[in-house]
Nanobody
C-alpha cells in the first residue's frame, strides 16, 4: 500500500499550486484522506481533510487555510487533490497526504495510518 503526492514545487507569494494524491494497493474512495504539512523546525500539522465517499466527501480545513485551500476527490482517477491559492511564505513546507483506516473528520496525524513520501512546496519571491 502506498500513497504518492505530486504537483508541488516553487511558487511566488500569492501564487497557486495543486497537489495530487494517488494510491497504489488502496482504493482511496473508502478512506478519509488528510493533507498535512511540516515546515522546517515545526511539528507536522493537519491543514485539510475529506471524508470517504460513504461519508459524502465532507471537507474540513484548518483556520489559516480556509478560503484558500480546497480539497476534492476524483473517483474516476481515484485521486485526491488539494488546490492551494494565495499562498504565502508560511506555506513553505513538505506536504503529505495520508489515508485514515476508515472515516474521520479529524486532522490529527494519529488518526491516519498510511502516508505518502511528501512533496516539498516552497513559496518565495
Amino acid at each position: 500500500v502506498q500513497l504518492v503526492e505530486s504537483g508541488g514545487g516553487l511558487v511566488q507569494p500569492r501564487g497557486s499550486l495543486r497537489l495530487s494524491c494517488a494510491g497504489s494497493g488502496i482504493s482511496l474512495g473508502y478512506h478519509a484522506i488528510g493533507w498535512f504539512r511540516q515546515a522546517p523546525g515545526k511539528e507536522r500539522e493537519g491543514v485539510a481533510c475529506i471524508t470517504s465517499n460513504l461519508g459524502y466527501n465532507a471537507t474540513s480545513y484548518e483556520d489559516s487555510v480556509k478560503g484558500r485551500f480546497t480539497v476534492s476527490r476524483d473517483n474516476a482517477k481515484d485521486t485526491i487533490y488539494q488546490q492551494m491559492n494565495n499562498l504565502n511564505v508560511e506555506g513553505t513546507a513538505v506536504y503529505y497526504c495520508a489515508a485514515a483506516h476508515g472515516d474521520t473528520e479529524s486532522m490529527e496525524p494519529e488518526e491516519y495510518s498510511c502516508w505518502g513520501q511528501g512533496s516539498q512546496d516552497t513559496v518565495a519571491s
